[in-house]
């Protein structure tokens, strides 16, 4: 089975710091995605990556960068961590590059808390 | 854009068959239709995927009109464990973005 792996499943943090989220998946797939999940608001897509080192904006990019320097690893990074990103991240990843009518496999989340 | 709209939420009761509808009025011709599950501090699951008319597997059945304009997710006989979020989710932004809907809460009682 695929399994997508986020670095920390419970995280809290000041506001102003900078924010790292780590996720590694071990299938080999070429595409990554962050997702943030919000009651009421289900999931929404914040970055993508089709290839390492390639990045795309998803629907809510602003406040957050990504990182893809190896294929396994896609990065989400707050420069500056502000309260109305405390929410829960999703990390997926999926094959068949540059198709997108794929299976996504999800890591179990982060829970993010900014105080 | 295209859109998917699911209803919030549904009650049903254990060995009953839930029916879930997906509106995507936007869907493109290239599309794939995917239902995911989703149980409380997981992530996602994927369940099913169709293009058109209906799909089987062991988990669920997914029919698709010839419009393709909606979808129906069927669960048969569910169960208490079947309580969860199911997301209809469809290509979306000229091909390059996974967009979620705001997902049906199922709950399941005895």
């Known amino acids: 089975d695929v399994k997508v792996t986020q670095s920390s499943r419970y995280l809290v943090k000041r506001t102003g710091e900078k924010v790292f989220l780590e996720c590694v998946q071990d299938?080999?797939?070429?595409?990554m995605f962050w997702y943030r999940q919000d009651p009421g608001l289900g999931l929404r897509l914040i970055y993508f990556?089709?290839?390492?080192?390639?990045?795309e904006k998803g629907d809510i990019p602003e406040g957050y960068s990504v990182s893809r320097e190896k294929k396994e690893r896609f990065s989400l990074i707050l420069e500056s961590a502000s309260t109305n990103q405390t929410s829960m991240y999703l990390c997926?990843?999926?094959?068949?590059?540059?198709?997108?009518?794929?299976?996504?496999?999800f890591g179990s989340g982060t829970q993010l808390s900014v105080l | 854009l295209a859109k998917t709209t699911q209803p919030i939420s549904m009650d049903s009761y254990e060995g009953q068959e839930v029916n879930i509808t997906c509106s995507h009025n936007?869907?493109?011709?290239?599309?794939?239709i995917t239902w995911y599950q989703q149980f409380p501090s997981q992530g996602p699951r994927f369940i099913i995927q169709?293009?058109?008319t209906k799909v089987t597997n062991e988990v669920a059945s997914l029919f698709i009109p010839a419009d393709r304009k909606s979808s129906t997710l069927s669960l048969p006989r569910v169960s208490l464990s079947d309580t969860a979020v199911y997301y209809c989710?469809?290509?979306?932004?000229?091909?390059?973005?996974?967009?979620f809907g705001t997902g049906t809460q199922l709950k399941v009682e005895l």
């Open positions: 997926a990843s999926s094959s068949l590059p540059g198709q997108f009518n794929e299976k996504l496999f």
């Open positions: 299938m080999d797939h070429e595409n």
């Open positions: 990556s089709y290839d390492v080192k390639m990045k």
């Open positions: 936007n869907i493109a011709t290239n599309d794939y």
């Open positions: 169709g293009y058109k």
């Open positions: 989710l469809v290509l979306t932004g000229g091909g390059n973005k996974l967009t």
